[in-house]
């Protein structure tokens, strides 16, 4: 009997969505292993058999028999994880609308399920049995902007990547990498290293940079702002960041600027205010106040964590929001920044984040926004808010199974399949993926230093959907803690660089940006799973090819086998039929037709 308990279907993202103005995404999940064949039943709402097409009054006589007009469609079978199956179909609705249900078949039994239940035969007496698209309207489509799915992503922490002109380094600077990094610390880097450093950047394939916070503020890694409108004088002026934008953009490289608005620095001018005047104070309700007078120890107010010094800025205030929107506006239309990434993104109201996206989306149609949230995200990623979140869940599968090796070939397959199918494809295509940030150790750290386990996590991250990013000096072979050690600064020197790990990490970037299977212009399949060698196949099949990307976690040379010849992307050499890996290594095979 098929386990009805567990098939499960909503009709809303990501379960169903339009994918663009013309395609709806429908998916399902059922029992792992318990169905044989998924077929969608499907049709336009409107639509009746022909013989009686005359008969359309919705007065429903039960002595006459309507015959609602469908079509099936068969799922695939997209992958599994511990516990499901997750099918998926994606259909074209001619009219635009288009009601469905889903026949599910084992050898032994057939059932239909439908927005109302279970049936043992296909109900045609009316459509309104089955769930609904009502209508592909298109200003409900998902529009993230293209150019986001063909960019690589380059997180610099702008104190700690070059210091290009030190007459503008903050008093007490110390001198380049001369210790270690500390909460307090400033090494002077600034906008003038970056430009004297595009070279590199384009030379290693990246087309997109996320720079975290650049605005007035007293630390060294600016979350605390003092003023949104101003940039911190430590990293140059407004004549230097523009110079930077136009080289940056000149080079191919879009700008992905940081601002928290959740939070401000206890020194920002309306907290003062508001510690200086109490309740009198005009900004008195631009924070969260529990009580007068201010104290700060313990603080009688909303904050950040428990930072005293970061107090919860109000976003449902018409003026904060107003003057937060101001921001959002301003450093796209003056400086024409690409997009934001928002900190703290989970902790601000809703409403707050539309009027965002509509105020920047506006100055820029094609801007990207990105939330910072760990957690599951589905309610930032309906299209009115966010484009994509900084994908942390995929961030901890990837570094457990290659780094840290503390789980399973299997484990890691099913940790990446519930993630895609945990949002609409076309948020896939466009999600912030990462292996480290400032906010983590760095990979390599997690690896426990093996530059082997490090060229596999690279590897698979590149050859991931989505839009991957590389956190600043990973490429080099940069090592650290939890922050702030995570936050050195970068390694100029080409003797103490892992120059063969920045040779391989340049080649993925060149080879995913030559083959878009390797991105998001393909599916992405497990195939062939073995816990006990630690391996697995990843199978990306599109129009421009199939693909076939090796993994071998395994201590162990592999050997893989496949159907016709392929030639290995990373040398250049051909194989027919199999192939040997050896341990803790990894390869990309394109399939040669014929």
Known sequence: MINKQAVFHRAMSPYVYKYDQETVHIRLTTAKGDVDRIRLIHGDPYEWDAEREEDRDWNFDPDKEKFWKTQQTPM??????????????????????????????????????????????????????????????????????????ETVWYQIFPDRFANGDVTNDRQ??????????????????????VIDNIGYLKNLGINGIYFCPVFA?????????????????????????????????????????????????????????????????????????????????????????????????????????????????????????????????SEVDHAFWRDFRKEVRMANPEAYIVGECWT??????????????????????????????????????????????????????????????????????????????MRLLLLSL??????????????????????????????????????ELLSYVTELIALRKAHPALANEASYVFEQIDDEKNQFVIRRSSPHGDYLILINNGEKEARFEFSGRAVNLLDGTEWAGEINVGPIHGTILQIKNG
């Open 462 to 499: 590149l050859t991931f959907t989505g839009s991957p990013v590389i956190y600043y000096g990973d490429e080099i072979g940069m090592t650290g803690g939890q922050d702030p050690a995570n936050r050195k600064c970068m390694e100029w020197d080409q003797e103490k660089q892992d120059t």
């Open 172 to 193: 007490g600077t110390v001198p380049w990498a001369s210790e270690a990094p500390a909460y307090e610390n400033h090494f002077g880097g600034d906008f003038q290293g």
């Open 217 to 345: 503020a007293p630390s060294n890694h600016k979350y605390d702002t003092l003023d949104y409108l101003k940039l911190d004088p430590a990293f140059g002026t407004e004549e230097k960041f523009r110079e930077m934008v136009e080289l940056l953009h000149a080079n191919g490289i879009r700008v992905l600027l940081d601002a928290v608005f959740n939070h401000v620095s206890v020194d920002h001018p309306t907290f003062q205010d508001v510690i200086k005047r109490g309740a009198d104070s005009e900004y008195a309700d631009w924070f969260m106040i529990d009580s007068f007078p201010i104290e700060m120890d313990p603080p009688n107010y909303e904050v950040f964590a428990f930072e005293a010094n970061m107090p919860k800025l109000n976003t449902a205030n018409a003026d904060v929001k107003a003057y937060l929107l101001k921001v959002g506006r301003y450093w796209v239309e003056e400086f024409g920044i690409d997009g934001w990434r928002l900190d703290v993104a």
């Open 76 to 149: 695939i079978r997209t992958g599994a994880d511990a516990t499901h199956d997750y099918w998926f179909v994606a259909i074209k609705p001619s009219r635009r609308r288009v009601r469905y249900g889903f026949e599910l078949s084992t050898a032994e039994e057939t059932a239909i399920y439908t927005e109302r239940g279970w049936y043992d035969e296909i109900p045609l007496d009316h459509p309104g049995y089955y769930f609904a698209v009502p209508y592909i309207n298109a200003v409900d489509v998902f529009d993230a902007p293209a150019w986001v799915k």
């Open 376 to 453: 599951d995200s589905q309610e930032w990623l309906f299209g009115d808010q966010f484009d994509a979140v900084m994908n942390y869940g995929l961030t901890e599968a990837f570094l457990t199974f290659f780094a840290t090796r503390e789980t399973t070939a299997s484990e890691f397959s099913d940790a990446v399949v519930r993630n895609l199918n945990g949002n609409a494809m076309n948020v896939n295509e466009v999600m912030f993926n990462l292996v480290g940030s400032h906010d983590t150790p760095r990979a390599l750290t997690r690896a426990g230093g093996d530059k082997e386990r």
